[in-house]
């Protein structure tokens, strides 16, 4: 066994690890240039509390869980805003003489001396995970750069001028007025973003009505309403984004695209825009792209243990099509991702084709469409078959060509990971016929089919046992033996999950495994309703299922699987 790090030894000493997972992440980590503990992360062994966990037992300190502390706001004033986002750091407890503070690098004796300069103070360390620590910096300190978004709204509604005035009519302007008001505009949609970002946010929405312009949060897969500005400054709003997306500005009856590269603290993020022209002007929706959401492995999805395996097991294949269904927001991404993170090694090539690359994986070979000269999902899988990939990625089999290509590859030897726009996994099947495909060329090519929904999960802080009303349970139709060991669970609404009482989400999934059974009724062309009977008497959980084993768990609530999975007769 080659050389590794006494942490390394550590976790196969606790059996946290294996010494195979062991040489793997270690390769990994020597590859992307990034540390084990990182590298653990990003294949999915363990998650980023768990390691950290596993670095205080190494090096015996304490670990602290920020979802259980209330951190007074006393001890949070000892420590000023800018040092503790400049070093990653949050203040835990004030000591005889000194400051105990939260930190994720157990080694980084630079940023203690330097903390110990600046405060003053006898500065102590405990450990928490980076991502719960820079969560708490946001919830804490609750503003950027002594800026709160409310003031850059009244400010910006207070001297904004109306940018749809001619440009001889802002020539006769005041000049400090017109700069004092662009000044704002920058100020306003920086804020936006910085703040979608505090509050964890997927989306920022700009939506344009007669009398106002309202501004709305994506959370959990939830939208909020932030605020509203005038009508009249609708004009100037577009026109920041535009710039910053390298869109045009003179434009405004046609569709438009761009993309935005921001650092907000110690987040890079990439923004996707999308800009259309409703009847009442332009609406623009910017969609924040998380780096760190991609470094989720597959057992964080949120997988029973079965299907964690199944799916394990799916992936191991040589060959064959593994699609993934759902509808636009249901996390599809994020799953495909885990799933090649997994198969991210040195000895195997992989290649995706996708409309547009969200998100870009090191080590991987990833292509873009390009409608407007011809490159399009087709046109990539023929080329890419060139390249002699292991696994191939087609972003969506939208079309007859896309589909029998993607088909061909798998029945030449390659794993082939795709997505369908379809309610369960047996429709996909149906999909498949419709668009234009064989049902032979399905049944001999498609080896599984994952339908999925996101539910928001109960927020950890908040959370409390619950009992939910005798008619709930009964309606849920939920067994008696499985409400006997039922743990419910609500949340009560806190800071930390904006007063919601959820906070995060996780995947409900529903797999349709093809054996030779569903094979054969797809060759004779049976209903959707027999697969369906056939898969659940097989062993096969649907998404409302899943989602009550969820309920039982107190991972989530009743509303919330209702919200995004029905009940169907074969769920009785």
Request: proline share 3%; net charge positive.
């Given at each position: 066994?080659?050389?590794?790090?006494?942490?390394?030894?550590?976790?196969?000493?606790?059996?946290?690890?294996?010494?195979?997972?062991?040489?793997?992440?270690?390769?990994?980590?020597?590859?992307?240039?990034?540390?084990?503990?990182?590298?653990?992360?990003?294949?999915?062994?363990?998650?980023?509390?768990?390691?950290?966990?596993?670095?205080?037992g190494y090096h015996r300190m304490e670990y602290v869980d920020l979802s259980t502390v209330d951190i007074p706001e006393m001890v949070i004033e000892l420590m000023p805003e800018t040092v503790a986002r400049e070093n990653a750091v949050l203040p835990l407890a004030e000591t005889e003489g000194g400051l105990k503070v939260l930190m994720s690098e157990p080694n980084d004796v630079d940023t203690i001396e330097k903390l110990r300069f600046i405060l003053n103070r006898d500065v102590s360390v405990a450990l928490a995970p980076r991502g719960a620590i820079l969560d708490a910096i946001n919830q804490k300190y609750g503003q950027i750069e002594g800026e709160s978004a409310d003031s850059i709204l009244q400010e910006f509604t207070d001297t904004a001028i109306d940018f749809t005035e001619t440009v001889d009519e802002a020539d006769e302007m005041n000049k400090d007025e017109v700069d004092e008001s662009s000044s704002a505009i920058v100020r306003l949609v920086q804020l936006m973003i910085s703040e979608a970002v505090q509050v964890r946010a997927s989306d920022i929405h700009v939506e344009p009505f007669e009398d106002r312009v309202r501004i709305r949060y994506r959370i959990d897969g939830v939208l909020h309403v932030r605020d509203t500005l005038p009508r009249r400054q609708l004009g100037a709003v577009i026109s920041r984004i535009k710039i910053l997306a390298?869109?045009?500005?003179?434009?405004?009856?046609?569709?438009?695209?761009?993309?935005?590269?921001?650092?907000?603290?110690?987040?890079?993020?990439?923004?996707?825009?999308?800009?259309?022209?409703?009847?009442?002007?332009?609406?623009?929706?910017?969609?924040?792209?998380?780096?760190?959401?991609?470094?989720?492995?597959?057992?964080?999805?949120?997988?029973?243990?079965?299907?964690?395996?199944?799916?394990?097991?799916?992936?191991?294949r040589p060959n064959g099509i593994i699609l993934v269904t759902g509808p636009t927001g249901s996390g599809k991404t994020t799953t495909l991702y885990a799933a090649l993170n997994s198969l991210n090694r040195p000895d195997r090539k992989i290649i995706t084709a996708e409309d547009p690359v969200e998100y870009y994986l090191p080590g991987i070979n990833q292509v873009e469409v390009k409608?407007?000269?011809?490159?399009?999902?087709?046109?990539?899988?023929?080329?890419?078959?060139?390249?002699?990939?292991?696994?191939?990625?087609?972003?969506?089999?939208?079309?007859?060509?896309?589909?029998?290509?993607?088909?061909?590859?798998?029945?030449?030897?390659?794993?082939?990971?795709?997505?369908?726009?379809?309610?369960?996994?047996?429709?996909?099947?149906?999909?498949?016929?419709?668009?234009?495909?064989?049902?032979?060329?399905?049944?001999?090519?498609?080896?599984?089919?994952?339908?999925?929904?996101?539910?928001?999960?109960?927020?950890?802080?908040?959370?409390?046992?619950?009992?939910?009303?005798?008619?709930?349970?009964?309606?849920?139709?939920?067994?008696?033996?499985?409400?006997?060991?039922?743990?419910?669970?609500?949340?009560?609404?806190?800071?930390?999950?904006?007063?919601?009482?959820?906070?995060?989400?996780?995947?409900?999934y529903e797999m349709l495994l093809i054996d030779a059974k569903v094979r054969q009724?797809?060759?004779?062309?049976?209903?959707?309703?027999?697969?369906?009977?056939?898969?659940?008497?097989?062993?096969?959980?649907?998404?409302?299922?899943?989602?009550?084993?969820?309920?039982?768990?107190?991972?989530?609530?009743?509303?919330?699987?209702?919200?995004?999975?029905?009940?169907?007769?074969?769920?009785?």
């Open positions: 066994m080659a050389k590794i790090s006494g942490f390394a030894k550590h976790l196969i000493k606790s059996k946290l690890l294996t010494e195979d997972q062991i040489l793997d992440v270690d390769s990994l980590s020597r590859q992307q240039k990034s540390s084990l503990s990182q590298a653990i992360v990003d294949r999915g062994y363990l998650t980023e509390a768990e390691v950290m966990q596993a670095q205080a390298k869109i045009d500005i003179a434009e405004r009856r046609r569709e438009q695209d761009g993309r935005i590269k921001v650092s907000i603290g110690e987040k890079e993020l990439d923004l996707r825009v999308s800009i259309i022209p409703t009847n009442q002007g332009q609406s623009a929706v910017l969609r924040l792209l998380d780096k760190d959401n991609i470094k989720i492995g597959v057992r964080q999805l949120g997988f029973s243990e079965d299907t964690f395996k199944r799916f394990m097991g799916l992936t191991r409608h407007q000269i011809g490159l399009d999902f087709a046109r990539i899988i023929r080329s890419m078959l060139r390249q002699a990939p292991n696994v191939i990625l087609v972003g969506e089999m939208r079309d007859q060509e896309t589909a029998q290509m993607g088909i061909q590859a798998s029945l030449t030897g390659h794993l082939v990971f795709s997505t369908l726009h379809t309610n369960d996994a047996p429709t996909a099947i149906t999909r498949m016929v419709d668009i234009g495909v064989p049902g032979y060329l399905v049944a001999s090519s498609v080896v599984a089919i994952l339908a999925q929904r996101l539910v928001r999960t109960i927020c950890k802080k908040c959370g409390a046992p619950y009992t939910p009303p005798e008619h709930e349970i009964k309606e849920s139709g939920m067994t008696a033996e499985q409400v006997a060991v039922a743990k419910f669970r609500k949340g009560k609404g806190c800071n930390s999950c904006q007063k919601t009482g959820y906070r995060g989400r996780i995947g409900i009724m797809i060759f004779d062309n049976s209903p959707t309703n027999l697969v369906r009977d056939y898969a659940i008497s097989n062993g096969m959980s649907t998404l409302y299922m899943d989602g009550l084993d969820k309920v039982a768990q107190g991972i989530t609530t009743f509303e919330e699987v209702l919200r995004v999975a029905k009940r169907t007769e074969q769920d009785a």
